[in-house]
């Protein structure tokens, strides 16, 4: 069995390891405090760049959405123009649907594609953060949906280019083209509708993420500073416990031996 003074000794070991883990703990929040703190900046500054970038993309977007109305109105004309006109006017169709694909269309599908990415790419960061955001707060989800729409519109006016090119007959490519077109403008006015007050919605779901991340700021300050006042608390206890152990290795009194009486 350990003497009084060997417990002593273990008991001051003891204190010296928990009291060294404590204070290293207690540093180690601190700086985790900053890092997290400074990990959650980040992402709320990332997204809210994207955002920024979408607000100046749909700043422009109203200028293209017209460009490619008016691509498609020309495109409906000169199909309806091939329906009835000479060959020249079957010609012509073919050189309006060139002109859309390498004009209003492609810029308004690169467009498109760059305003979905972006706010798709703030939403997810904006999840990270613990906020989760509607369609309508930030439609990343509709404007993929338009996106892809456009895509397989544009797809198949190159493809019918391409057949009319070898040779196909000019009537079914009028009623294609017409009918491309035509779906075509139904997409732009959902793209309207979708994007309609976009920057102020942005603008509100930019405050959002602000106010989110200071929130998590100041729950992460909180919280490390109650683990800290803690960890330094036990700290404290293990000060006390190595003052006991001391007082156990001290020698202990010697009892006086009383003289019998005379």
Excluded at 68 to 88: C, F, H, M, V, Y
Excluded at 175 to 190: P, W
């Amino acid at each position: 069995m350990p003497t009084h003074r060997t417990r002593g000794r273990i008991t001051m070991v003891v204190a010296v390891i928990g009291f060294v883990l404590c204070i290293v703990l207690a540093v180690g929040t601190w700086f985790g405090r900053g890092y997290l703190v400074d990990g959650i900046s980040g992402l709320a500054t990332a997204a809210n760049d994207n955002l920024d970038r979408a607000v100046a993309i749909t700043t422009n977007l109203q200028a293209t959405m017209d460009s490619a109305n008016q691509r498609i109105s020309d495109l409906e004309a000169k199909a309806q123009a091939a329906l009835t006109g000479p060959r020249t006017a079957a010609q012509d169709l073919v050189t309006s649907v060139t002109t859309g694909l390498s004009g209003g269309l492609t810029n308004l599908q690169d467009s498109v594609d760059n305003l979905q990415e972006l706010v798709s790419t703030a939403g997810r960061v904006a999840i990270r953060l613990g906020w989760t955001p509607s369609s309508d707060e930030l439609p990343g989800s509709r404007l993929a949906d338009v996106s892809k729409a456009i895509d397989t519109q544009v797809g198949n006016l190159a493809t019918l280019q391409s057949k009319f090119g070898t040779g196909g007959d000019v009537t079914p490519l009028a009623n294609a083209v017409s009918s491309a077109a035509s779906q075509l403008s139904g997409l732009i006015t959902q793209l309207q509708g979708t994007v309609s007050n976009l920057t102020a919605r942005i603008q509100a779901a930019q405050a959002k993420i602000t106010s989110t991340a200071d929130s998590l700021h100041s729950w992460t300050n909180i919280g490390a500073i109650a683990l800290i006042i803690f960890f330094l608390y036990v700290a404290l206890l293990h000060v006390v416990l190595f003052r006991v152990g001391r007082a156990m290795t001290r020698p202990q009194p010697q009892a006086v031996p009383v003289a019998p009486p005379a």
